[in-house]
T-cell receptor, first 111, second 114 residues
Framework: EDQVTQSPEALRLQEGESSSLNCSYTVSGLRGLFWYRQDPGKGPEFLFTLYSAGEEKEKERLKATLTKKESFLHITAPKPEDSATYLCAVRVDNYGQNFVFGPGTRLSVLP | DVKVTQSSRYLVKRTGEKVFLECVQDMDHENMFWYRQDPGLGLRLIYFSYDVKMKEKGDIPEGYSVSREKKERFSLILESASTNQTSMYLC?????????????FGPGTRLTVT
């Protein structure tokens, strides 16, 4: 069964304190791993897509990396506005219609 | 900018009522999705549609139906609402092809069934 887990469930950081979020997956065939950011009361917003082990993507203070079994979202010198829930999802079909989402990591960055 | 809108942000319904959730996207996307989001479970796919009048069941279709009469509009119907359908409902869309598989989400509808 295709499965995506994320850790930790919740993370509190001080402003400027760098850390990483983990997304582990067990799928029959990875066809892309996606990171989304979700603010309270809003829908998820796309951040990154990764396709192959070793691939990295960066956007401002965020960097996503991918291995054969997991992905990390590294947050460097976070600011309070980075507080959100970060969701990881994997595409498991050839048509882009079937995605398995993890439960998310709720990040709080304190000033 | 892609915009996905949902008809209600908050909805309170009684057990047994028929409930309609509407979603509209303005970017001519072929694919549209309905998910529900519950704490600790992540997003779970209810139904998706890859074209007008076309639909496919997702992982948890029981108790739900959908309608797609126009390309831009995808409706989720709860035939007889039950308390275990209290949840956040998210609509999403994405274009067909082009090698881009990210989805664009609406703001969600928080449904409470009492």
């Amino acid at each position: 069964e295709d499965q995506v887990t994320q850790s930790p469930e919740a993370l509190r950081l001080q402003e400027g304190e760098s850390s990483s979020l983990n997304c582990s997956y067990t799928v029959s065939g990875l066809r892309g791993l996606f990171w989304y950011r979700q603010d309270p009361g809003k829908g998820p917003e796309f951040l990154f897509t990764l396709y192959s082990a070793g691939e990295e993507k960066e956007k401002e203070r965020l960097k996503a990396t991918l291995t054969k079994k997991e992905s990390f979202l590294h947050i460097t010198a976070p600011k309070p506005e980075d507080s959100a829930t970060y969701l990881c999802a994997v595409r498991v079909d050839n048509y882009g219609q079937n995605f398995v989402f993890g439960p998310g990591t709720r990040l709080s960055v304190l000033p | 900018d892609v915009k996905v809108t949902q008809s209600s942000r908050y909805l309170v319904k009684r057990t047994g009522e028929k409930v309609f959730l509407e979603c509209v996207q303005d970017m001519d996307h072929e694919n549209m999705f309905w998910y529900r989001q519950d704490p600790g479970l992540g997003l779970r796919l209810i139904y998706f549609s890859y074209d007008v009048k076309m639909k496919e069941k997702g992982d948890i279709p029981e108790g739900y139906s959908v309608s797609r009469e126009k390309k831009e509009r995808f409706s989720l119907i709860l035939e007889s609402a039950s308390t275990n359908q209290t949840s956040m409902y998210l609509c999403a869309s994405r274009p067909r092809g082009g090698g881009s598989y990210e989805q664009y989400f609406g703001p969600g509808t928080r449904l409470t069934v009492t």
